[in-house]
């Protein structure tokens, strides 16, 4: 075998060229839809649960997938494709789906820097829960016509109006406006009640951001929310009276809310805990946890030196995470080692919860909330299937909570999350295998040694959405000269 690679290298270097002629075609940032291109030799990583299986020449048509054959019977069917991708070595997956983003902008920071962060990471598919309207709107319609270089985009506008007839009112309005759901939080019984019967009516979906307050879960399962973002409102409804809080604590002051809801799991009581579980799962109540963006509440030094700060976190984002009173998510002032603790063991109530929620046929989905609390847009989507792992879904199964699970969420199970023919061509091809190694999909690679060399493997290579391609390694060299000019200004 030794022999035979010399002559192996150069045959690579001779026919390097003529691949580049064939494939620079494909994938320039902006290019428009090709009317038909060819991923050949690809190992195929479904959104359904199922095992990987390969390797299979994948035709896009326009925006669709319009074949899928083995490589190895149908050979050569496709032998004169103008346009291709050779995945060979290369993992094929449906587009990352993230179920929960805010679009921000900030100041000195564009939506660039989100968008391509998100496609440099896979993510062909946002659901904003809350951000400003009109942007988004405009931004959703941008991308979905192919000219705007982002992930498509869901709206779920914020449902801010407190009483009934307001709310009521307000999501009418939004209706009108093309929502793709609504948002709530922080909603009284009645109001809630209310706006949730009207929501049915015009067909929104609901999503809750269940904080501790006067609804929680039990609320979501009588009322029929959509999903349960993040997880206080679950423990919370399985307390026996309220939570332990000392007499000085002041649910406004964020630093005394983190902490606290740091012992909110262990007080819940399981036998309870267990029938409000069972009642989502039998009202059809999914679960999107976002496990990564609590991570600093366990690990500070860990979520204050990712790796990827140095050269992809824009000034502006870190100057937002500085620990300040002023800015939400930023309360890390006073965080002791015990509070690292008390969050570790709040992490393991709470990820068996997820687990055992999904075993019991409940539907679970990834979302992210990054930009706050050192959590990178992207990045932290990754880091979210990671924990996911670690509460012990089979990497299978994560990378069907974060595809297929998504796309049923959002109600777009039959255009979305899975590669089959007909469905949109959202696909992502990575670099490594993920159901071996969740990091693979980090865009930044990670440190491999293979035949005795050192070198970095992995990220995602190639982005499309909607049948159109995007690099996505220049999506993360376009991320790192936003952050460097704006380093440099
Ligand atoms: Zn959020």
Known sequence: MKNVLPYLLLLTILIYPFNFLKSQHVGIENAGKYDRFLIKNVMLIDGKGTPMKGPNDVIVEKNKITAITNTKTGKDAYANEKHFIDGTGMYLLPGLINNHVHIHERPNCTLEYLYKLWLACGITTVRDVGSDIELTLADRQKSQMGYLTAPRILIYMVVRNKDIKGAIAQIREFKKMGADGIKIFGMDKEVREAVLAESHVLGLKVAHHVGVEETDARDDIQYGTSTIEHWYGIPDAALIGSQNFPSWYNYNNENDRFRWAGSLWKEADPVRLE?????????????????????????????????????????????????????????????????????????????????????????????????????????????????????????????????????????????????????????????????????????????????????????????????????AVKMLADVKQIVEEAKNK
């Open 275 to 471: 029938k409000i579980l069972k009642g989502m799962v039998d009202h059809h109540v999914a679960w999107i946890p976002t496990f990564a963006i609590y991570e600093a509440n366990r690990d500070l030094q860990r979520a204050q030196t990712q790796p990827w700060f140095n050269e992809y976190l824009h000034p502006t984002l870190a100057n937002y995470f500085s620990p300040s009173p002023q800015n939400h998510g930023s309360y890390h002032w006073n965080w002791t080692t015990t509070d690292e603790k008390n969050w570790k063991e709040n992490y393991k109530i709470w990820m068996k919860a997820v687990k055992d929620f999904a075993d019991m046929g409940g539907l679970v989905g990834a979302g992210e909330d990054a930009g706050f609390i050192y959590m990178m847009y992207g990045f932290t989507y990754i880091r979210e299937l990671e924990l996911m792992h670690e509460a012990g879904f089979h990497p299978i199964d994560v990378m069907m909570n974060a595809t297929g699970n998504n796309a049923i969420i959002l109600g777009f199970e039959d255009q979305i999350g899975r590669i089959k023919e007909g469905f949109l061509a959202d696909l992502i091809l990575v670099e490594g295998n993920p159901l071996e190694n969740l990091k693979y999909l980090y865009p930044t690679g990670i440190t491999v040694v293979e035949d005795g060399v050192v070198k970095t493997k992995g990220g995602v290579k190639w982005t499309i959405k909607d049948g159109i391609v995007y690099d």
